[in-house]
């Protein structure tokens, strides 16, 4: 194998504080008789030189030219992809296969992201996204107007942080925090809840799905009027989360799944809610809650015709003493507006016409709050992929903060967290170009070229719900949504991914963006999308 010699690199040198940059590097690739070896040059002036004695650890980021060298702590940034191919030829004798990284640590990874990490206030706006939706909560009880139920939902996209600022609102209130997920994954978290499936099961009838219900809010209710000393954070260790990220989260949810048999065991057996005597806050939380709709709007159970568990449980809800601070939240990615947000006289129990539901929450400030400017001072700099990883929504900073501040995760590469920015793009899971639909089309081009809105309501919902658009405007009673897909590095670089992908049709090779085009093309001229485009 020749020497080689690549000018106008980017060096950087990994450390746990701060990464170190040297910018317009020469690098020398050297060979002599059964040694290798490699010298960065800077000023005529050797920085780094490393021998090559053991199989080294790389990885590639093709789509920001970069090579990171695992055994020696270092990214190499290539002025073009032919140099980064090269140098991986070069040292493909010495490199091993990347290794598949193990699932479970992956889903330690965003464990530790969400518990480990605090969120951040943002900078511009100089409040934090627990303290936004209190403040909308409050000005809802401040509400003079005669309001249906104390309710609402929070609809965004995955990774915006909705679940770990509900949980923060245990800060100011007492919280309970259900998570409904229908299957845990490995990237899914929080996990599900331990009263989960009675909250989504279909009962034999309407009245009975009411009667759990009540005793659910019951439960918790009934617990703090006998215990009017506990605190916020006591109280939500002790029924929702009270992991410290110390001991084995599994030893910690089997304590918290015993508090709630034994609250339920405890709780008087009435069909009516229990009045809450105490003046402090309390919200109940529904994280991954379209799992209450899965037989929406109605359905047929042995005969009966019952409407959807969604519908019967904010009729419950309604009943609360709007005298008191009670609040719901229902969280999730929503995919269907109009079956998640129906008018109020579709619930089991009609109320006043002159009643109105809460507007939905969508935006939360939590957009580029793990972004540091002040250390994006040169095109290069904006390459770093801690950098990539700081600017939109909070999942990215939130993983790469976590990976590279515990050594158990070193194993995980970057390429693993672009991976999983490739797979959240087009539906949480890895295609080919034949099997992107016209949404993931839609929302590949969208982060390279700007916002591509669809005519149909239904379709920019599932982008939000599935291809991590943002919603930006929601109405209850027009049945819109209106969504964005800002600039967001880390997903840009992933649409670079789909469009360097290559397609081979009746022996013709074609390049994944010109099938992109062709797709737009398509979608255009069946007047799927606004003419503006």
Same mark, same amino acid.
């Given at each position: 194998m020749k020497n080689l010699i690549f000018e106008n690199v980017m060096l950087v040198i990994i450390d746990k504080?701060?990464? %170190? #940059? +040297?910018?317009?590097?020469?690098? !020398?690739?050297n060979e002599n008789a059964n040694l290798k070896s490699i010298h960065l040059i800077k000023d005529q002036e050797e920085i780094l030189v490393k021998e090559i004695k053991l199989p080294v650890q790389i990885q590639t980021i093709e789509s920001c030219y970069m090579l990171s060298i695992t055994n020696f702590n270092i990214q190499i940034y290539f002025a073009c992809l032919s140099d980064l191919h090269k140098c991986v030829d070069w040292l493909g004798e010495n490199s091993p296969p990347e290794d598949t990284v193990d699932d479970i640590l992956i889903s330690q990874l965003f464990i530790d992201s969400f518990e480990r990490l605090a969120t951040l206030e943002n900078r511009r706006l100089k409040i934090q996204p627990e303290d936004y939706i209190f403040s909308k909560i409050e000005s809802y009880w401040n509400n003079h107007? +005669?309001?249906?139920? $104390?309710?609402t939902t929070l609809c965004q996209s995955s990774g915006f942080g909705k679940s770990k600022a509900c949980q923060n609102l /245990?800060?100011? &209130? $007492? +919280? +309970?925090?259900?998570?409904?997920?229908?299957?845990?994954?490995? #990237?899914?978290?929080?996990? %599900?809840?331990?009263? &989960?499936?009675?909250?989504? =099961?279909? @009962? &034999? /009838?309407?009245?009975?799905?009411?009667? @759990?219900?009540?005793?659910?809010?019951?439960?918790?209710?009934? $617990?703090?009027?006998?215990?009017?000393?506990?605190?916020y954070k006591e109280f939500f260790e002790k029924f929702s989360n009270g992991f410290d990220g110390n001991s084995a989260f599994d030893h910690? =949810? /089997?304590?918290?799944? *015993?508090?709630?048999?034994?609250?339920? !065991? /405890?709780?008087?057996? #009435?069909? %009516?809610?229990i009045y809450y005597k105490s003046n402090k806050p309390l919200i109940f939380v529904f994280d991954e809650a379209s799992s209450l709709l899965k037989h929406d709007p109605y359905v047929k159970n042995k005969g009966n015709t019952i409407k959807s568990n969604y519908f019967i449980m904010r009729s419950v809800i309604s009943?609360?003493? *709007?005298?008191?601070?009670i609040f719901v939240l229902f969280l999730d990615t929503f995919s269907s507006l109009s079956s998640f947000m129906p008018n109020k006289w579709l619930d089991p129990l009609e109320k006043t016409s002159e009643t109105f539901l809460i507007e939905p929450i969508y935006l939360l400030p939590n957009w580029d709050v793990h972004a540091n400017i002040e250390e994006v001072l040169t095109p290069q700099d904006s390459l770093l992929f801690e950098n990539i990883c700081s600017f939109g929504r909070p999942l990215w900073g939130s993983l790469c903060k976590t990976k590279n501040s515990f050594e158990k995760y070193d194993q995980i590469g970057f390429k693993q967290l672009i991976i999983l920015a490739e797979k959240k793009l087009v539906g949480n899971v890895s295609k080919t170009l034949d099997q992107l639909t016209d949404n993931d089309a839609l929302a590949i081009i969208s982060c390279r070229l700007g916002t591509i809105r669809p005519l149909l309501t239904s379709t920019a919902q599932n982008l939000i719900a599935k291809n991590m658009a943002v919603c930006t405007y929601a109405n209850y009673e027009e049945n819109l949504f209106k969504i964005e897909y800002p600039s967001e590095p880390i997903l840009a670089n992933s649409a670079a991914f789909y469009f360097n992908k290559k397609k081979t049709f009746k022996n013709n090779t074609q390049s994944g963006l010109y099938f992109l085009v062709n797709k737009l093309d398509q979608l255009l001229s069946s007047e799927q999308l606004e003419q503006a485009y």
């Open positions: 504080n701060k990464p %170190k #940059t +040297v910018n317009d590097c020469i690098l !020398q690739l107007s +005669v309001i249906y139920g $104390f309710f /245990s800060k100011k &209130a $007492f +919280v +309970v925090f259900c998570c409904l997920r229908f299957r845990n994954s490995d #990237t899914g978290y929080p996990k %599900k809840s331990y009263l &989960a499936d009675k909250l989504t =099961q279909v @009962y &034999a /009838s309407e009245k009975l799905t009411r009667q @759990y219900y009540t005793k659910y809010f019951n439960m918790f209710i009934h $617990f703090l009027n006998q215990n009017e000393s506990i605190s910690n =949810q /089997s304590l918290i799944n *015993q508090e709630l048999d034994n609250l339920e !065991q /405890s709780c008087p057996n #009435t069909n %009516k809610l009943e609360f003493n *709007q005298d008191k601070k």
